[in-house]
């Protein structure tokens, strides 16, 4: 079993960055790919980013965040990584990291509890 600890969030004024963390603990992660999803108020959960995690050298990202937001991983560490700058008050959600095993449904993968993140204009 894979257990997924987001850290980083926070509030941060427009503009700003704040990177986020999540490392994952109860057996070394060697499934396909890792990602980010978002939440904000009123809405549903929305995908992020992602990175391939055998490889790290294959990303993807949603729209909204392209040019602004980096995905990245240290495999020694079980860690994965997003940067965000250029922060927008549109950004404020809660932050989710996803494990997904073998590339087909992240729901069926591993979720962590979240962290909040506050953009304020």
């Known amino acids: 079993q894979v257990q997924l600890v987001e850290s980083g969030g926070g509030s941060v004024q427009a503009g700003g960055s704040l990177r986020l963390s999540c490392r994952a603990s109860?057996?070394?992660?060697?499934?396909?790919?890792m990602g980010w999803f978002r939440r904000a108020p009123g809405k549903e959960r929305e995908y992020v980013a992602s990175?391939?995690?055998?490889?790290?050298?294959?990303?993807y990202y949603a729209d909204s965040v392209k040019g602004r937001f980096t995905i990245s991983r240290d495999n020694a560490k079980n860690t994965v990584y997003l940067q965000m700058n250029s922060l927008k008050p549109e950004d404020t959600a809660v932050y989710y990291c996803?494990?997904?095993?073998?590339?087909?449904?992240?729901?069926?993968?591993?979720w962590g509890q979240g962290t909040q993140v506050t953009v304020v204009s």
């Open positions: 990175i391939n995690w055998r490889s790290g050298n294959t990303y």
């Open positions: 109860g057996r070394t992660f060697s499934g396909y790919r």
């Open positions: 996803a494990a997904d095993d073998d590339g087909t449904n992240w729901y069926d993968g591993y």
